[in-house]
């Protein structure tokens, strides 16, 4: 077991899947500064670490997060724009991360914790699990990605919903969204997100990195540029060994051990 920042992140290595755990549940895992330091350490350690091949993120306790602590600051105004860098970096790197990420949604997530949760690769919810949009209830804007994943995830006339009246959705309800792609009963969440996390730490690490980087960058290109950065993509994929595995396997008929290189 690992600790970063005062035990605020805890990370767990099962095998080449690195378990990270929002550690404040006294307070359901709200964000303060603090934990975002520990988050950014914990994600840029693993992106560096090769025996890593798949990130699974969860809660401690009953919640996955609260989203920002709104006790943080006291009575004080917080820099918005400084506080929200950091916030930004953690995104940047999960978005730059080169290997999945899976995400277990053991309880509410709200405001940031429920963006945090969205940029899960793969997303499973518990049964119980809530999610809330909850900036409009304070009255501020979507960050920590919000306002580009979420109208992408469900649609512009839902996203458009769920900012401006935050509604408190149930597990099912975001499976019905799109904001989640599997919710399984709350004894089953860690053991059922750890199998999908194995599964995908078994895939061809590289290409699953170049996959993403695609989902990711097509939105904002015309298809002549999203054409073209496939084929340098398929490129550098078409170069890795996982490839070459993949295409000897398929002859062999038998189901192809990647080496995530
Ligand atoms: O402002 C900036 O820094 C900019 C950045 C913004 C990013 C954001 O994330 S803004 C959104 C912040 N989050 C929220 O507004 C969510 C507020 N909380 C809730 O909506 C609900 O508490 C939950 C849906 C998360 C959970 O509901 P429930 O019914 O399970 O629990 P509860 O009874 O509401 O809360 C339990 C305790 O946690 C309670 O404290 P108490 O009364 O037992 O002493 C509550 O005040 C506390 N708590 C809940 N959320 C937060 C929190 N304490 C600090 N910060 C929170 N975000």
Excluded: C
Aim: without cysteine; charged residues 25%.
């Amino acid at each position: 077991m690992g600790l970063y920042n005062g035990a605020m992140i805890l990370t767990e290595r099962q095998g080449s899947v690195l378990v990270l755990t929002l550690n404040r549940p006294e307070r359901l895992n709200a964000i303060t500064g603090e934990l975002l330091e520990a988050l950014f350490q914990a994600l840029q350690a693993a992106n560096e670490d090769k025996e890593v091949r798949a990130l699974l993120l969860t809660g401690a306790g009953k919640a996955f997060s609260a989203g920002q602590d709104l006790t943080e600051f006291g009575e004080a105004k917080p820099d918005y724009e400084a506080h929200l860098r950091r916030y930004n970096r953690v995104v940047e790197a999960i978005s730059a991360l080169e290997k999945p990420l899976v995400v277990a949604v053991n309880g509410p997530a709200a405001g940031a914790g429920m963006s945090l949760a969205l940029w899960g690769d793969y997303r499973l919810a518990a049964v119980g699990a809530s999610f809330t949009t909850a900036f409009a209830r304070i009255g501020l804007v979507p960050d920590t990605g919000m306002s580009f994943l979420l109208p992408r995830l469900v649609g512009l006339a839902k996203a458009q919903e769920l900012l401006y009246l935050s509604p408190r959705l149930s597990a099912e309800e975001a499976l019905a969204l799109g904001l989640v792609h599997r919710v399984v009963p709350a004894e089953r969440l860690m053991e059922e997100a750890m199998g999908k996390a194995q599964e995908l730490a078994q895939g061809p690490t590289r290409a699953l990195a170049l996959t993403k980087k695609l989902l990711l960058e097509t939105y904002r290109l015309s298809l002549t540029e999203a054409l073209a950065l496939e084929a340098i993509l398929q490129g550098e994929a078409g170069r890795t060994l996982d490839h070459e595995e993949g295409v000897r396997a398929f002859r062999e008929k038998r189901p192809p051990r990647f080496q995530g290189r």
